[in-house]
């Protein structure tokens, strides 16, 4: 029955999907039509009642907001300014002005949440300078795709706070379990660039080192990015602020550097506010959609079946988790990182938990961890072709045309480092829990709060 189930459930979600409907309305439909042809229960009656929920959840309000304070930011012309600054104090650094892609990157991620605006914001102020110094320009391409992703895995995320609404996980632990992995995925960009660049000089030409004169005039632009971060990721860590209320906290200080700016115009607030309404509204439709799939998926016990099939299989705990972590490369390839996570997790996610429940010792199933390996594995998604959406905004802004190949060759270096990292993790899930635990408290049997 259940092989029945999944089988019409893939076979209709490819048939919805080529036939050019948006993913919102395929997973609503998708869930319609699973209640009509497998359950004698008129579910479709209480559509509106599973729908409410999310809809007006506390924590969802969170993406609203962090998409207009990294509007905010662009259309002030901080961004700008840090990128330039980032530049400067990174100059002597074999790799030269990639590694202020990464950096710049990563300062950006912390303040949109977003991965398609981190690699568009940073990629436009970026590729001007690159295509007249002679630096390697797939390596400059694959350096902007592969360093906007972590806008989803450095906090504030979009991603962590959809996963924290689907499987009911605390979002403040997973903000916080995601600062350790998200710095060590840029520094693990930052030392591949590096370390390529000592090999073969001729990939990155010799910057000139700016003088401590310049760095120390530079400072100043990268002040209101960190306070802004501070701000945020502080509020949370300190307990003064649940994350959507560090969202609003965001928003007025990204106002009030606006303000500082000089740069804050009617029709500016109006650009950032439609832009902030086209991203949220895609999110939201998408969420909503979701929930009602995953209400559908539930209630014809799908998840609990599968738990039960692995279990009987006595295969070890580990090997479940690899065919996890493949199912999802190889779904990347295919589904934009959002859908593929919220299509999959409503099946997904209880799996885990009974796996969880069955081997405790193993951490990469805890909540808090599976969650920051999904995000790790939505942003390979990004880069992968022949879906990656990063792939397409960097090529998109490229001013000097060339083949799409050039980003997806680019890219390959930052997607291994990608899958190290996810190695990483499961090895030492401490690196995502330790500091979830430092700020909420430590686990107690198994269950962690905050």
């Not at 007025?252 to 309404?277: E, K, Y």
């Not at 790790?376 to 190949?405: C, D, F, S």
Request: glycine content about 10%.
């Amino acid at each position: 029955m259940v092989s029945t189930i999944l089988g019409t459930a893939f076979g209709l979600l490819l048939i919805f999907l080529a036939s050019g409907m948006y993913i919102a309305a395929a997973l609503g439909l998708l869930g319609l039509s699973l209640d009509l042809l497998f359950d004698d229960r008129p579910l479709w009656k209480y559509t509106a009642d599973m729908m409410w929920w999310p809809s007006t959840n506390f924590v969802l309000f969170a993406v609203p907001l962090y998409v207009l304070m990294g509007e905010l930011l662009l259309r002030s012309g901080l961004t700008d300014r840090l990128y330039q600054a980032l530049a400067k104090w990174l100059s002597f650094l074999p790799g030269g002005l990639m590694h202020s892609n990464i950096a710049a990157c990563s300062v950006f991620a912390a303040v949109s949440g977003s991965s398609v605006a981190t690699a568009i914001t940073i990629g436009t102020v970026a590729l001007p300078s690159f295509e007249r110094q002679g630096y390697n320009e797939r390596l400059v391409l694959g350096s902007l795709a592969a360093g906007g992703t972590l806008g989803i895995l450095i906090p504030p995320s979009i991603g962590l706070i959809i996963y924290a609404l689907i499987t009911d996980t605390s979002v403040g632990r997973l903000f916080i379990g995601g600062v350790v992995p998200g710095l060590s995925l840029a520094g693990m960009f930052m030392l591949f660039i590096g370390v390529s660049s000592i090999l073969n000089p001729g990939i990155a030409p010799k910057e000139a080192t700016s003088t401590w004169g310049e760095r120390l005039n530079a400072l100043p632009h990268l002040v209101p990015t960190g306070s802004l971060i501070l701000l945020v990721m502080g509020s949370i860590y300190f307990g003064f602020a649940t994350p959507t209320e560090a969202a609003a906290l965001g928003v007025v200080g990204s106002l009030i550097l606006a303000i500082l700016t000089r740069r804050v115009s009617r029709n500016m607030l109006l650009d950032g506010a439609r832009a902030t309404a086209n991203t949220t509204g895609l999110v939201m439709l998408i969420v909503v959609f979701a929930q009602l799939f995953q209400f559908m998926v539930g209630s014809l016990g799908v998840p609990r079946a599968i738990s039960e099939w692995l279990i009987q299989l006595g295969v070890p705990p580990m090997v479940s988790l690899l065919f996890i972590i493949i199912f999802y490369i190889i779904l990347g390839m295919f589904m934009d990182a959002l859908s593929m996570v919220i299509t999959t997790l409503p099946v997904i996610f209880p799996v885990v938990v009974e796996l969880f429940a069955q081997n405790p010792e193993v951490l990469a199933f805890d909540p808090v961890t599976f969650g920051v390996i999904v995000v790790l594995l939505m942003e390979a998604g990004l880069i992968t072709p022949p879906v990656g959406v990063n792939l397409y905004v960097i090529q998109g802004i490229r001013t000097t045309k060339g083949p799409m190949i050039d980003v997806a060759i680019g890219v390959v270096p930052f997607f291994i480092m990608m899958m190290i990292l996810v190695g990483v993790l499961i090895a030492f899930p401490n690196m995502v829990l330790w500091l979830p635990d430092l700020a909420f408290g430590a686990s107690v049997e198994g269950v962690r709060y905050g």
